[in-house]
């Protein structure tokens, strides 16, 4: 894969994930909104995973099924578990909890939602993807320009949500200087 075809999927299935997270949303709380860290429509988590599932999982590499799937469920619960970690870590706060769930490790991580993601990520792998390859072959060209600009946008986003979040984590330790939620 070309740094151009990784920053597509990254881009991509982050903001994939953000729509999925919001569908969930609406599904079941009724509402199409579930505040996520980013500002901008971008869910980096969701971008992060099927990154390291496809370079893991290279075509063409005679991964064995039995694998794959053990892969395409570990991958992304540990990037759940660091992610909620490293946000409840540096901001104070907790975007998604599962404490109140069975078998769950830290309120990060739980089996449930790792069977989702197990699921989630094999779709992903056999139908979505081969998509989003022809998608990017369409547009590699335009891509080349408009990517750096995307990403950049990206960056932007994520510079300007972690400004903002540090701000907001110390206020919140000057109104509770104990840090308890």
Known sequence: ???????????????????????????????????GFMKGPFKP?????????????????????LLA?????????????ISGYLLFTMFGRRWWDYSGLRFQLGGHVCLRFSLYWGLLSAL????LHPLVEQAYQSISSVWSVAG??????????LVWTCLT?????????????????
């Not at 994939?16 to 199409?32: A, D, H, I, K, R």
């Not at 570990?74 to 990037?79: A, G, Q």
């Open 69 to 81: 799937a053990l892969l395409c469920l570990i991958i992304p619960t540990v990037v759940e578990g």
């Open 124 to 127: 992903m792998l056999k139908v």
């Open 165 to 181: 979040r540090r701000r907001e984590f110390r206020g919140s330790l000057i109104l509770n200087p104990s840090g308890d939620e």
């Open 45 to 65: 988590m969701y971008g992060v995973a099927p990154l390291l599932l496809l370079i893991f999982l290279q075509e063409g590499e005679g991964v064995r099924p």
């Open 148 to 157: 750096p600009l995307l990403l950049l946008l990206l960056a932007a986003d």
């Open 1 to 35: 894969m070309t740094a151009g075809e990784l920053g597509f999927y990254f881009l991509l299935y982050s903001l994939f994930g953000w729509l999925l997270e919001n569908v969930y949303s609406l599904f079941t709380q009724g509402v199409f909104w579930k505040e």
